[in-house]
Structure formats: structure tokens, C-alpha cells
């Protein structure tokens, strides 16, 4: 079968699907990745062939202008409170996030890639479509096309648990007031295709999900959500492991990294990486700080414990770590897990503390939020993770549960199954003939 995947230019997104792309096309399907030019070179250091579709989003250049005001400081509606009991969850704060998000995050990544996304599926005709998390336009184009399609979701489903919440708040409120931001630019936006709105181009046939059982969150039945799970594996991209790595330990190594969106997306850290390297400089282990060359001021002179390095691939690094500090980002977060790695999480950015919450909750992470993050308080913390023998064991033992998981190979039935279901039914592109087949279908 053709398969496509369809994603918005976000590499770190893009390169949690990777491992099942290799999946499929191990299995003798023909895979096509399909995004926004910027992404071109992190698909084809992939060894996948690329297809650029429309043009660059400028989302994160609109948030840099927004971070100059501290916006990015503040909880992010309506994600904030995707981990918060549902009674905690008002209308109100979840229609003001929706008209957040779906013009200044959503629309923005979408619309520009939409009109060659659902071109190229008329054209190429895939049987199945995989898409990111928010890259609806892929749910969209497959609709258009008579393709099947699946979500694919980085992290906790915190985007059906809001979608839940969200209808169940709107139907408690008079007609009059009711507003659904979502449906509107997605009921616009797929019209313009001859395809009908309905909550499947919200959350797919499928959701592949990656993340472990104990770290899921509860998503209503309100959506329309089926689940597929699969095993976290860790992919960094194209790299080199160097000969120091392949050494045995001569005592505990801590791997130190802060995520490359910060630098790749808002040119610096969020954390004063010389403040922290600083903070470590007495805790008995080897430090290992990814830090890029351009980014080191401060760093000229570390501390003898202290090896920084420009990059390593990840899951390399964490096999020959002993725990690892990080800013709780979703891949190198489950990188670490997957290697048994207990973790101190200093997060400050979208559904990176509720992740740093859930974890610490676990018991298999120490959770510092960014503005508490003191020299002191991280020095602290680091001993403890070394020291905490109860930490290092719960860490292993979600490792061992991240391993269990079936792996991208074992999906490719699955999915071959929903693309035959789809292909036994007609392809149309006529408006409101697809969207009454897949009501039907329900």
C-alpha cells in the first residue's frame, strides 16, 4: 500500500514517526513523507523520500515576538489544566483557549500547507495517511481523497482530553452561546475540499499512541477515539556515537540536556546553562552537557566534571548514563525512560510540567519548575538522584513497561487492515459524500 505522512515542518514531531515510516517500508510499503519545505532535510537525513508541500508556517516566529513579553511564562489554555480534575475545567477557560489556538497555532500551520497537501493525495492517491497531532490538514487531505488516516500523538492525549471537556462544557450552555473556534476553521477549511466536518478529521480513525499506560491521562467517550498502542523507540536523527561513549563508566554519568527547540526555535535556553553547570560542579559524576558551540557563552572555562559536547545522539547517551536532567520534553523524556534512566526535570514550556507532575508523581523523576531552579536547589536535587536507590528502581521498571509495549512493526497489520476497509469503499471528492460515509460508518 502508499502510505503518506503528512505533518507540519515540527522536527521533533517528525522524528517520533520515524521508527514506524521504517516499519511500514520494511514491511514493502511505499512511504512518502509530506511537509512544509523546512522539514526537507531532517526527512531525507532520514533515508525517507520527501515531498514539500505548500510553505513555511510562521508560528514560531510570531512566538518569539510573544516571548519577549513573557507570554510563554504563563499557562497555556486551554493545555494548562489537561491533568486537572474535569470539575476544575470551566467553559470559559476552555473557549478562551480554543480562540487561542485554533487561529495562532493551528490555523497557522495548516492553512499553508493545505492546498498542495490535498493535491498531492489526489494525485499520488495514498491508501493510508498518518498524521501529526495537530496537523489536521493531513485529516483533511485524506478525507478528500477517500484515503484512511490516523493521528499520530507525541506525548499524553492531552488534545481529546480537552476536546472532551470542551463539548461537554458547550452542550451545558444555551444555544446562543455556544461557540466551537475548532469546528469553524476545520468546517471551512475541509468545505473548501468537498468534505463534511465531523470529529474524526479531529482525532482520526486511530490514534497511534507511544506513551506508556502509567502516564496516559483519561480521555472522554465524548470523542471518538480508538487507540493503538505501540513502543516508544528512540530516534535522534543522523549521528555519529563517539569512541568516548563506548568507555566504561568510572563512576556515575549524568547526561545534562535542555532540548533542541530552545535554541532551534527561540535562540536560547529557558534555564542559564552556565548556572547550572556551575550548580554541578561539586556532585560526584561525570556531567555530559549537550550544548551547541554557538550557545556556550559562559562556558569557556567549565568544571573538571564537566564534558561538553556539541551533540550526541540521545538514546546513545542515555544507554551509558545514570540519570539524566532535562527540560521535560516528551522525546527525550520517553528517550530516558526507555533506558531506565531516573530523571530531574526542570520544565517550563506547554504540557512539559504536567509531564515533569505526572512523572514525579510516579516516583520516577524529580520535578524542579523553571522559576525555582536555583544553583542550590539543582546541586541538591542532582545528589538525590543518584543517591535515591527507590528513584533508579521505578525508573527501570517503567523502562521495562515502555519495552513491552508492542513495537512499530507489530501496527503494520493493523493499519494495513484499515487502509483495505477504506479502499473497499468509493473514493469521492463530491461535498457531503464522505462525511455522510463516515457517519454511517460509526
Known sequence: MRVLVATAAEKPHFLGMVPLAWALRSAGHEVLVASQPELATAVTGAGLPFAPVGRDHGYWRM???????????????????ADAPEHEVSWEYLLEGYRQVVPYWWRMVNDPMADELVDLCRTWKPDLVIWGSVSFAGAVAARACGAAHVRFIWGADIFARMRGLFLERMREQPAASREDPLEEWLTGLAGRYGVDFDEELVCGQATLDQVPPALRIPVSARVPVRYLGMRFVPYNGRAVVPAWLREPLERPRVCLTLGTSATDRFGGYTLSVGAVVEALADVDAEVVATVPADR????????PNVRLVDYVPLHALAAASTATINHGGWGTVLTGLEAGLPQLLVAS??????????????????????????????????????????????ARRMGEEIRSQPPP??????????????????????????????????
Not at 516571548?67 to 493545555?79: A, I, K, W
Not at 556556550?296 to 568544571?303: A, H
Request: some cysteine.
Open 63 to 81: 512566538m518569539r515576538a510573544y516571548s519577549l513579553l513573557g507570554v510563554l511564562e504563563r499557562e497555556t489554555p486551554p493545555f494548562g489544566k
Open 296 to 303: 556556550r557563552r559562559g562556558l569557556e572555562s567549565p568544571p
Open 349 to 394: 514550556w506547554f504540557d512539559n510540567p504536567m509531564l515533569a507532575r505526572r512523572l514525579s508523581a510516579q516516583g520516577v523523576a524529580l520535578n524542579v519548575p523553571a522559576d525555582e531552579a536555583t544553583a542550590e536547589r539543582l546541586a541538591e536535587q542532582t545528589r538525590r538522584l543518584l543517591e535515591d536507590t527507590e528513584l533508579r528502581r521505578r
Open 409 to 442: 512493526c507489530s501496527l503494520v497489520a493493523e493499519l494495513e487492515r484499515l487502509a483495505a476497509e477504506r479502499g473497499s469503499a468509493p473514493r469521492t471528492t463530491v461535498s457531503g459524500t464522505v462525511g455522510a460515509a463516515r457517519r454511517g460508518e460509526r
